[in-house]
């Protein structure tokens, strides 16, 4: 690993389709930590075991002690918070704090544009940074459609995420912690996504005076992120207007 590093492991909570693969790409070239698969805890990923374990028995001394045994090492970790039971994020942030952890809150500014994001997803099944551009010209020849959005199972899904981040917010605030906040729309912002690179690893304790090449590395990265992959959802107007009509309600 390149970059000075930090006296302190990372770990991120945060909600799907927020963009947070590039940008812990950048914080774990710049950390002397190990770094543990992206959502971890996950049911079918490499900490899943432990989340089956807690749904089965529900017991949180077996939790803390999986936990410890599985950060022992504080690896760096991105932790989606809708995806698992209250209970284990609660844990893991117990656990976090206990082993020095900074922690970053990272948020999507729009709930729509990330609930679409996730729908989009869920649809194409590509969930990384690449393909998207090669399944949007397949839509331009013929060859793929999308079908329209369920707008009931948006909402859904719109009302259980909001309700996880609230969850881990009051965890965190009972437990004394506070976190770094940053944002998706923030940090990548043109032409400020070098500067605000920068101001984010600042901000979380690393040492900035070899992590140069890192952040040049992360600013000049470009997703595929084309809008007519989007625009090929039939509803995907009328789920706009439904989820920034939500969006106010929440």
């Known amino acids: 690993m390149s970059g000075s590093g930090t006296q302190n492991p990372v770990v991120v909570l945060t909600l799907r389709r927020t963009g947070g693969t590039s940008m812990m790409m950048l914080l774990q070239s710049c950390s002397s930590f190990p770094s543990l698969e992206h959502e971890p805890l996950n049911i079918d990923r490499s900490l899943g075991h432990i ?22 090492e504080r690896p760096n970790l991105k932790h989606c918070v809708e995806t698992v039971p209250a209970p284990v994020t609660t844990a893991l ?28 997803a869920k649809q194409t099944t590509i969930w990384g940074n690449q ?7 397949e839509i331009a020849k013929g060859n793929k459609i999308l079908f ?66 890192n952040i040049r590395v992360f600013a000049e990265n470009r997703p595929e992120r084309p809008s007519s992959l989007t625009e ?12 920034r009509s939500l969006e106010s309600r929440l």
Request: aromatic fraction near 12%; proline fraction near 2%; glycine fraction near 4%.
């Open 51 to 72: 989340t089956k374990a807690f749904v089965e028995n529900t017991d949180n001394a077996r939790l803390d002690e999986a936990l410890g045994n599985a950060l022992s």
């Open 93 to 120: 942030i117990r656990n976090c704090t206990r082993l020095n952890y900074r922690f970053l809150l990272w948020r999507r500014e729009s709930m729509v544009n990330r609930i679409i994001s996730l729908f989009v």
């Open 131 to 137: 393909g998207r551009q090669a399944f949007a010209d």
């Open 148 to 213: 329209p959005f369920d707008l009931a199972e948006m909402e859904e899904q719109a009302r259980k995420d909001h309700h996880a981040w609230q969850l881990m917010v009051s965890s965190l605030d009972d437990l004394g912690v506070s976190g770094v906040e940053f944002s998706y729309e923030y940090l990548y912002e043109e032409p400020y996504k070098r500067k605000r690179a920068a101001e984010l690893l600042e901000k979380l304790g690393f040492d900035l005076s070899s992590a140069g090449e």
């Open 232 to 243: 090929a959802v039939p509803n995907v107007k009328e789920a706009r207007e439904f989820l």
